[in-house]
């Protein structure tokens, strides 16, 4: 059986893999997938793009679409400046990362134990959403994150 290390430290974690594993990896060639938006490079909002992309392939849901969209309607923050749940800046309902709207979801994500006022929350609820109803929650912002191409700067 193969085994995982994983450590951190103040640059960041760590993966050692025993050598078996590591020969089997080396044997195989890597594969390295590319979004349409990049990793953005503060340690905050690229910790946020990870988890989505973690949570897309969990729910099965178009990553790089996932991206997109989180890119315009946050630019991958779940909190602004002063620490507080970034809101809306046309429907102060809208909160965190893919600006879900407290009016019509928080009832509906406190009943499934999702906190849309937290990173994971909000990005949980967003795939579950994402994965039931398709991207129509953020119509409004499709000219930002829809169709082919690059996506627009928010």
């Known amino acids: 059986m193969a085994s995982l290390i994983i450590t951190a430290s103040s640059t960041g974690p760590t993966l050692a893999l025993n050598p078996i594993l590591t020969n089997q990896i080396n044997s195989k060639s890597a594969q390295t997938?590319?979004?349409?938006?990049?990793?953005?490079?503060?340690?905050?909002?690229?910790?946020?793009?990870?988890?989505?992309?973690?949570a897309s392939a969990k729910y099965g849901i178009d990553t790089d679409n996932?991206?997109?969209?989180?890119?315009?309607?946050?630019?991958f923050r779940q909190y602004n400046e002063d620490g507080n749940v970034l809101h809306g800046k046309v429907n102060p309902a809208d909160s965190g990362i893919f600006q879900i709207n407290e009016k019509w979801h928080l009832e509906a994500s406190q009943t499934l134990d999702l906190d849309i006022h937290t990173t994971k929350g909000n990005i949980e609820y967003a795939m579950r959403l994402m994965k039931k109803e398709g991207n129509r929650h953020w119509n409004w912002s499709k000219p930002c994150w829809g169709g082919d191409g690059p996506v627009k700067n928010a």
Do not use: W
Request: net charge negative; with cysteine.
């Open 66 to 75: 996932a991206l997109r969209i989180a890119r315009c309607e946050s630019n």
């Open 33 to 54: 997938i590319e979004y349409s938006v990049e990793r953005p490079t503060s340690t905050a909002s690229g910790a946020v793009y990870d988890k989505i992309i973690e």
